[in-house]
C-alpha cells in the first residue's frame, strides 16, 4: 500500500523516507521497503521467503490461507501488530488528498465548470464510460446487494484504522484515470498468492458477464432471438424479467409461427399442424362476399357472437358449450361476417391471442402426433366393411358395402344420420358443408342434403360401378369400372367421357386452376388429362400392381434436395413416363431421353414446356400440382414429379397392397390391406410411425390437423384423435 500512496520514484529510486512516514507504514509495507533496497549481494545470501515454496506448490495443511509472505526475523514484529497502522494525518494531506483532488473533478464535475478542460472538451460525455458504467446503458450493472452486505459486514468487523486505510485505497482507485488504475492493478497481481488469483478470477468471470439482449435495441435483441429453437428460446425466457419480455413478444413468435404451422422446417424439420381450417375457409368465404357487395363491411367476431347473430353458415361446427375457450387457427380468434347494421360494431371487439399461445397449441398436438399419443375412439353402426370416409373438422361420412352413407359427430361418437338411396355397395364419397357427393356400385352417383338426409339429385352415365368421386367448384370427376372417367359441369349442365385406361379406373382428382384432372388405373398407370382439350398430357409408368390411389401434394411442398437431384437411388430407373397419343403407340416423353435435364433446376419457362404446348400457347395459364403420390397394390407408395415424369421415390413399409391415401404438407398416411395404417414424412418418405387395431384390411383414412381416421372390413371406423390427450390415453403409434 506504502508503494500505491508514496511520492513518486525520482531516477529510478524512491525518496528517502520521513520519521512520519516510517511510522505510518504497516507490518506488510515494511519488509517491502526494506527488500527493495538490499543489496545485490544481500539478496544471494538471504535465505529464501517460505512464500515461494507454499504459493508454487499450492499444497500443504494451510493452503486455503494466504501465505506467509515475512522473512523469520519479521514474525515477532508481524504478531505484534495485529491491525494496520492508522495513517497519520499529515500522510493522508501529502499523499491521498492531493490525489483526490486533482482526479475527482476531472471525473465527476459538470462539463461547463471552469479549470475541467478535458471533460469540457468532450462533446459526447458517453464516450469516456464503458459499458458497464455507461449511464445511458439500459442494463447497467448496479452493485450486487448481496455482495456489498458481505463486504460490509467483513468491514464491520475490522478496526476504525483499519477501515480508514481500506477506504482510502478504494478511494485512490476510484479516484484514479485509466492509466493510473491499470498500473495499480498490475502491481497488485504481481504480489497476489494463488488463493487472492482464484478469487480474482472468480469475480472477474462473474463481472465480465454481458447481457447483451437488454443492451441491444429492441429490433436487433428480436432478431438475434429469433434465431433461437423453441426450447432454447423458452429457456431465455426464465432468465431475467426483460429477456421474458423480449421473448414472449409476438415479433418472435410469429416468426416461430411463419417457420413451422402448416410446413416442414428445412433446418429443425419440426412440423406443426394449421387447425382450425374451416374457420380459415369461412373466413375467405366471407371476405369474398364482402367485397362482392357494395354495402356490406367484412368484421372479425368471436365465435359466440357469431352464433348468436345467426351467421354460422349451413354446417358450420357449433361453438362448442360457448366458453370462449375452442382452439384458435388464427391468432385473432375470429369469423366473419357482412355486417351491414351498426349497432353491432361498438359492442364486441375481436379477441387476440399471443402468437406464442397459438404456437403452444400446435406443438402439443405435434409432439403428440411424434410420439403416437393419442386417445382413440371406435364409430361402430355399418353392418358391413366400411370402403370410403371423409373426415372434416367434427364431422365424419363414412360408405360401406352396406349401400349406407352414415354421418357422425366425433366428440360425441354419435351417428347423426343414415343416408339410404343407393341399391349396392358405397364406394366413394365427399362432401362440404352444404352437399354430399356419393358413387355407388349401383352405377349411379347420388348428391345429398346430408343436413337433412334429402336426396337432392341422381347422375346417371357409367355404365358400371362407381368406385371414385371427386369435386372442385363446379366441376365433378368420377372413375369407373367401366374403364373411363366422366367430367360433369354443374353449371352448363355438360359431360363429357375420358377414355384411355384399359382398366377399372380407382381413383381421380381435378385441379381447378390448372384445368387438369388425374386419373389411377387397375391397368397399372397415372394419367394426367387437359381438360381443356380432352386428351392425355402424361402417362405415369412405374407401379407393377394396380394403382388404387393418386393424390396431388400443396403447392408449399418442396422434397429433399437429394430426391430432387437423383442422389442415393432416387433416380427410379423403372419409372418412366410416356406420353400417349391417338396413334396407340407410346412414345417416351422427352423429359426421360435426357435425364441430365431432370436432374438440374430447370427454369419457370421450361418447366411450363414440359406439360405441352397447350401450357406454353397460354402463360397465364397454372401449372398443375408439381409432386404428387400414389398408392398401389404393389405394397408401395410412390412420389412423382409431373413435370419431368420421375418417380422420385419409391417408399416401402406395408406387407400388403396399399388401399388408401391422405396428406398434407407436414405427413402423409396410408391404409394397407395388411391392416396397419402408416404415417410418413413427405419430405424425405420415412415412416415415422405404424398403428394397428383393426381386423382386417384398412381401405380408407382420412387425416386432419388433430385427427386421423381409418376404415376396415371389419365395419369399424377408428378416430385418433391427437389434442387434449389426457391422463387416458395411450402412446398406440409405433414410432421408426
Known amino acids: 500500500m506504502e508503494l500505491s500512496v508514496h511520492p513518486s520514484i525520482t531516477n529510478g529510486r524512491p525518496p528517502p523516507p520521513t520519521n512520519d512516514d516510517i511510522d505510518a507504514l504497516s507490518n506488510d509495507a515494511v519488509p517491502a521497503y526494506r527488500v527493495a533496497h538490499h543489496t545485490p549481494s544481500q539478496h544471494k545470501s538471504a535465505p529464501a521467503p517460505p512464500v515461494v515454496q507454499d504459493a508454487g506448490s499450492g499444497a500443504g495443511p494451510n493452503r486455503g490461507q494466504n501465505c506467509k509472505r515475512l522473512r523469520p526475523e519479521e514474525e515477532e514484529r508481524h504478531r505484534s501488530r495485529n491491525s494496520v497502522t492508522n495513517m497519520s494525518s499529515t500522510l493522508i494531506s501529502k499523499t491521498v488528498t492531493p490525489f483526490l483532488k486533482e482526479h475527482i473533478p476531472s471525473l465527476y464535475a459538470p462539463i461547463g465548470k471552469s479549470h475541467n478542460e478535458e471533460t469540457a472538451k468532450a462533446k459526447d460525455p458517453n464516450t469516456r464510460y464503458c459499458y458497464r458504467h455507461s449511464p445511458d446503458s439500459k442494463c447497467r450493472r448496479a452493485?450486487?446487494?448481496?455482495?456489498?452486505?458481505?463486504?460490509?459486514?467483513?468491514?464491520?468487523?475490522?478496526?476504525?484504522?483499519?477501515?480508514?486505510?481500506?477506504?482510502?485505497?478504494?478511494?485512490?482507485?476510484?479516484?484514479?484515470?485509466?492509466?493510473?488504475?491499470?498500473?495499480?492493478?498490475?502491481?497488485?497481481?504481481?504480489q497476489l498468492c494463488f488463493p487472492q488469483l482464484s478469487l480474482v478470477s472468480r469475480e472477474v468471470s462473474e463481472a465480465l458477464k454481458i447481457d447483451f439482449i437488454t443492451a441491444l435495441p429492441v429490433e436487433i435483441s428480436q432478431k438475434i432471438l429469433c434465431y433461437l429453437d423453441t426450447v432454447s428460446l423458452t429457456k431465455a425466457a426464465q432468465v431475467s424479467r426483460r429477456w421474458r419480455q423480449l421473448a414472449d413478444d409476438d415479433a418472435v413468435w410469429v416468426r416461430m409461427c411463419e417457420q413451422h404451422v402448416n410446413r416442414k422446417c428445412t433446418k429443425c424439420g419440426w412440423g406443426l399442424p394449421l387447425l382450425e381450417r374451416k374457420r380459415l375457409r369461412n373466413y375467405t368465404r366471407q371476405r369474398q362476399l364482402a367485397k362482392s357487395n357494395p354495402n356490406g363491411r367484412v368484421r372479425e367476431l368471436d365465435d359466440s357472437h357469431a352464433e348468436q347473430n345467426g351467421h354460422n353458415l349451413p354446417g358450420k361446427r357449433a361453438h362448442e358449450g360457448g366458453s370462449g375457450e375452442s382452439p384458435v387457427g388464427k391468432r385473432q380468434r375470429t369469423n366473419?361476417?357482412?355486417?351491414?347494421a351498426k349497432g353491432h360494431q361498438a359492442k364486441h371487439e375481436p379477441k387476440t391471442r399471443s402468437w406464442k399461445a397459438v404456437y403452444k397449441d400446435r406443438w402439443q398436438v405435434g409432439y403428440n402426433w411424434k410420439y403416437g399419443r393419442c386417445n382413440i375412439r371406435i364409430l361402430k353402426g355399418h353392418t358391413n366393411g366400411v370402403t370410403c370416409l371423409q373426415l372434416d373438422d367434427n364431422i365424419l361420412a363414412s360408405g360401406s358395402y352396406d349401400a349406407t352413407i352414415k354421418i357422425w359427430n366425433i366428440d360425441t361418437g354419435e351417428e347423426i344420420r343414415t343416408l339410404r338411396g343407393h341399391q349396392a355397395g358405397i364406394r366413394a364419397l365427399q362432401f362440404d358443408d352444404s352437399k354430399l357427393i356419393s358413387g355407388s356400385l349401383d352405377n349411379t352417383i347420388k348428391i345429398w342434403n346430408w343436413h337433412t338426409g334429402e336426396c337432392i339429385s341422381t347422375l346417371q352415365g357409367h355404365t358400371d360401378g362407381v368406385i371414385s368421386v371427386h369435386f372442385e367448384a363446379q366441376l365433378l370427376a368420377s372413375g369407373s369400372m367401366d374403364k373411363s372417367v366422366k367430367i360433369f359441369d354443374f353449371n352448363s349442365k355438360e359431360t363429357f367421357c375420358l377414355k384411355g385406361h384399359s382398366d377399372w379406373v380407382n381413383c381421380t382428382r381435378l385441379d381447378i386452376p390448372s384445368r387438369t384432372v388425374m386419373s389411377a388405373s387397375d391397368d397399372t398407370t397415372i394419367k394426367m388429362w387437359d381438360l381443356d382439350s380432352q386428351t392425355v398430357i402424361r402417362t405415369f409408368e412405374g407401379h407393377v400392381g394396380h394403382v388404387q390411389q393418386v393424390m396431388p401434394l400443396p403447392a408449399e411442398y418442396e422434397p429433399d434436395d437429394e430426391l430432387t437431384t437423383g442422389i442415393n437411388g432416387a433416380d427410379n430407373s423403372d419409372a418412366v413416363s410416356v406420353n400417349s397419343g391417338r396413334s396407340g403407340t407410346p412414345t417416351i416423353s422427352f423429359s426421360q431421353i435426357d435425364?441430365?435435364?431432370?436432374?438440374?433446376?430447370?427454369?419457370?419457362?421450361?418447366?411450363?414446356?414440359?406439360?405441352?404446348?397447350?401450357?406454353?400457347?397460354?402463360?397465364?395459364?397454372?401449372?398443375?400440382?408439381?409432386?404428387?403420390?400414389?398408392g398401389g397394390l404393389d405394397s408401395t407408395i410412390r412420389l412423382w414429379d409431373s413435370a419431368t415424369g420421375r418417380c422420385l421415390k419409391t417408399m416401402f413399409g406395408h406387407l400388403e397392397g396399399v388401399w388408401s391415401l391422405a396428406g398434407d404438407t407436414i405427413r402423409v398416411i396410408s391404409g394397407a390391406n395388411d391392416g396397419m395404417v402408416k404415417s410418413w414424412e413427405p419430405r424425405s418418405g420415412k415412416c415415422d410411425g405404424t398403428f394397428t387395431g383393426h381386423r382386417g384390411p384398412v381401405?380408407?383414412?382420412?387425416?386432419?390437423?388433430?385427427?386421423?381416421?381409418?376404415?376396415?372390413?371389419?365395419?369399424?371406423?377408428?378416430?385418433?384423435?391427437?389434442?387434449?390427450?389426457g391422463s387416458g390415453s395411450s402412446d398406440v403409434g409405433t414410432p421408426n
Open 143 to 190: 452493485a450486487d446487494e448481496a455482495k456489498m452486505v458481505m463486504i460490509q459486514r467483513e468491514l464491520d468487523k475490522l478496526s476504525s484504522a483499519d477501515q480508514q486505510a481500506i477506504t482510502h485505497v478504494w478511494s485512490l482507485f476510484s479516484a484514479a484515470p485509466s492509466r493510473h488504475r491499470e498500473l495499480m492493478l498490475q502491481g497488485l497481481l504481481q
Open 699 to 725: 381401405t380408407c383414412v382420412g387425416l386432419g390437423d388433430s385427427r386421423m381416421a381409418s376404415g376396415s372390413e371389419d365395419g369399424e371406423v377408428r378416430i385418433y384423435s391427437f389434442k387434449d390427450v
Open 336 to 340: 366473419v361476417v357482412v355486417n351491414g
Open 595 to 630: 435425364r441430365a435435364a431432370c436432374i438440374s433446376s430447370p427454369r419457370e419457362d421450361e418447366i411450363r414446356g414440359l406439360y405441352g404446348p397447350s401450357f406454353t400457347s397460354d402463360l397465364s395459364r397454372p401449372l398443375p400440382p408439381r409432386y404428387f403420390l400414389t
